[in-house]
Structures are given as C-alpha cells and as structure tokens.
T-cell receptor, first 113, second 108 residues
Framework: DAGVIQSPRHEVTEMGQEVTLRCKPI?????LFWYRQTMMRGLELLIY????????DSGMPEDRFSAKMPNASFSTLKIQPSEPRDSAVYFC???????????FGQGTRLTVV | GIQVEQSPPDLILQEGANSTLRCNFS?????LQWFHQNPWGQLINLFY???GTKQNGRLSATTVATERYSLLYISSSQTTDSGVYFC??????????FGSGTRLQVQP
C-alpha cells in the first residue's frame, strides 16, 4: 500500500482565499484523523472520523474550518476564509480502527500571506 | 483531557552514545505510539506499544501501563537518528494525544 496520501504537499495562498486539503487514507482503514502542527501548539487533533462519520470535531478552531469524508477513500479539510494564523503543517492519518496503530501522511505545509 | 509529558525536551549526543527518552501520561491508555519526525517533517512510526517491551534494531521501547510511563531506548546512536521523537497516547475512544516531543541531535 502507498500509505496515507495527502495533497498538495505545499500551498501558499493569500489571506481571505479558500483552501482545500485532501487526504486518501490507507485502503481498508476505518478511522481518519486530521492534525495540525505549529511551533506554538505542537501536534493537535482537529477532527476524526470513524466509518466516514465525524466522531470528535472539538479541535476544529472555528467555523472557518470544515471537514468532510464523503466515502471511505477520501477526506477534505477546508478553510474559508484563510488567515495568516492558519499557517501550519496539516497532517492526515488513518488506522484500521480506534485504538489501533495510526499512520500519518507526509503533511501539507500551508502558508497564508 | 489526558496529559502527556516527555523528557528531556532537548538532547545532544555524540555518535555512538546511548540514550533513554521518557513519556509520562496522566491516565489509563488503550494505545501508545512512538514516532520519529525526521528533518523533512515526516512522522515515522517506531513502535505501537500500549504495554510490554519491543525491539527493532537499535531501538527498543517499554511501556509500563500500570505506572503510566513509557521509555524509548536508542543505542549506538547515528546522525540519522536526529530529529524529534514524539510519544502519543489514546484513552477511551479519543484520538491520539501527542506530547511536546524530545528534540535529539546526534553529532558526528
């Protein structure tokens, strides 16, 4: 398996623009996670899905952030409108189920100018 | 939520030295993983170890769940071991919570 695949790897956008990050989990995995990494806050959970259903979105910063998982092989994280403080590395991860080993994608480095 | 504390925060070693990294957590966990974040930012799985001891080459890990800590041992360190080591835990049906990491620099 190719592992968790994220796109794009890098994104530079202007403040106010919409940004969409994409993730393809490992085939057969039922749990999918979105994390954000910053120097100030480290790695923090934004949202996770189990069987395509959002289970915990308490880490989503505000209404500007939304995440969807329309099917078992695809998820998106959207920021609209983007702000400079959203600049971070966004990771997607998947696991076969809760409480099993999670595997991370290579991340998307987002810069909002 | 659960608290995860890693020590030391920074570590500088000479190539060939051994080291022990520690992870303390504040509650019972169902899952514990160790990751290495390399200088390119990739999070690489080292161990899935909710309890017991595992070894993989020069690396080994031990989790004592009843005492709420885990240790990662690195023997005969190499410059390629440099990076940040993260411990992450899951409690109940919550997703992984990460510690703040140990930044390791191995000098030639």
């Amino acid at each position: 398996d190719a592992g968790v695949i994220q796109s794009p790897r890098h994104e530079v956008t202007e403040m106010g623009q919409e940004v969409t990050l994409r993730c393809k989990p490992i085939s057969g995995h039922n749990s999918l996670f979105w994390y954000r990494q910053t120097m100030m806050r480290g790695l923090e959970l934004l949202i996770y899905f189990n069987n395509n259903v959002p289970i915990d979105d308490s880490g989503m910063p505000e209404d500007r952030f939304s995440a969807k998982m329309p099917n078992a092989s695809f998820s998106t994280l959207k920021i609209q409108p983007s702000e400079p403080r959203d600049s971070a590395v966004y990771f997607c991860a998947s696991s076969s189920n809760m409480n099993t080993e999670a595997f991370f994608g290579q991340g998307t480095r987002l810069t909002v100018v | 939520g659960i608290q995860v504390e890693q020590s030391p925060p920074d570590l500088i070693l000479q190539e060939g030295a051994n080291s022990t990294l520690r992870c303390n957590f504040s509650d019972s966990v169902n899952n514990l993983q160790w990751f290495h974040q390399n200088p390119w930012g990739q999070l690489i799985n080292l161990f899935y170890i909710p309890s017991g001891t595992k070894q993989n080459g020069r690396l080994s890990a031990t989790t004592v769940a009843t005492e709420r800590y885990s240790l990662l041992y690195i023997s005969s360190s190499q410059t390629t071991d440099s990076g940040v080591y993260f411990c992450a835990v899951e409690e109940g049906r919550r997703a992984l919570t990460f510690g703040s990491g140990t930044r390791l620099q191995v000098q030639p």
